[in-house]
């Protein structure tokens, strides 16, 4: 049987450094607070907003939240990014995507300064991304995975890693981070021919296509770790489940991450981890 890569355990642990980052910052008179900008009433906002206003609680960063209506005009967001980029006393600034006027998503994203985007929605912070600088911070689920690999001790340098997926929330922002880690990069995606083939080669398989229990037994071999970042609902088994089946894949290969309780369980820990990061770097 495959060792389960458990995000939860991860998260535990990156939350306790996260703790004790946090005290030592309070310290030095510095209380890092995290600003929430969420334009209208999204489900899914609300219920990650919730997440992670518990999680900042639980390690002590503080939270504030700007609530704008839906109908809100452009000019009105800016405005409102403006405030959060000038105000000293915010170090990190998560604005929920997509906004409910999509013609806004460019100009809103890039108001906001770098040095405050902790989830990586900023052309700033790619840029530091793909060229492994300290601009911005990289999108949360693509520092997620990097987390979970160090954790478990599992370096991809000199690997052979195969990404599913070219998204620049996930797989191109993580191809980067992994050959900045010297790791040998290959991306699949939708016109792609023969990924199975591919993946068959690769020491590292991470699934990041979004679309359910794709990538099945046929696209593994023994001793490959496997990062599956989709999280999908299954409506007829009412549950939710990666883009791997887990069932078929687990049996074959050395490790895998679950879903639930593997990058999604560690993506807000992270988002936490950039705000605290970004805290410490305003004394630098």
């Not at 489940?241 to 049996?251: A, L, N, R, S, T």
């Not at 050395?254 to 309780?261: E, Q």
Request: negative net charge.
């Amino acid at each position: 049987m495959a060792q389960v890569l458990s995000g939860k355990e991860v998260a535990a642990a990156l939350n306790e450094r996260i703790a004790a980052e946090v005290e030592e910052l309070k310290a030095q008179g510095v209380e890092p607070t995290l600003a929430i900008l969420r334009v209208g009433e999204r489900a899914d906002d609300l219920s990650y907003e919730r997440g992670a206003t518990k999680r900042a609680d639980s390690v002590g960063v503080a939270v504030k939240k700007v609530v704008l209506p839906e109908d809100t005009d452009r000019a009105t967001l800016l405005a409102e990014i403006e405030k959060l980029n000038a105000d000293d006393s915010v170090h990190g600034v998560l604005m929920f995507r997509p906004l409910p006027n999509r013609d806004d998503d460019e100009a809103a994203r890039n108001a906001l300064a770098p040095e405050k985007d902790i989830d990586g929605i900023t052309d700033g912070s790619m840029v530091g991304v793909f060229a492994n600088t300290k601009q911005g911070f990289a999108p949360c689920t693509a520092q997620a995975c990097i987390e979970i690999l160090d954790h478990y001790g599992i370096d991809p340098k000199g690997k052979r890693v195969t990404i599913i997926g070219r998204s620049l929330v996930i797989g191109r922002p993580v191809a980067m981070m992994l050959m900045h880690r010297h790791a040998t990069i290959t991306i699949c995606h939708t016109r792609t021919i023969d990924i199975p083939s591919i993946t068959k080669e690769a020491d590292i398989v991470l699934a990041a296509a979004g679309v359910m229990e794709s990538v099945d037994a046929n696209y593994f071999k023994p001793g490959q770790i496997v990062i599956d970042v989709g999280i999908n609902w299954n409506e007829e088994k009412q549950k939710l489940c990666g883009d791997v089946k887990f069932d078929e894949v687990e049996p074959i290969v050395d490790a895998i991450t679950p879903v639930p309780g593997g990058v999604g369980s560690v993506t807000t820990s992270v988002l936490i981890s950039h705000v605290v990061e970004a805290a410490k770097r305003t004394l630098a």
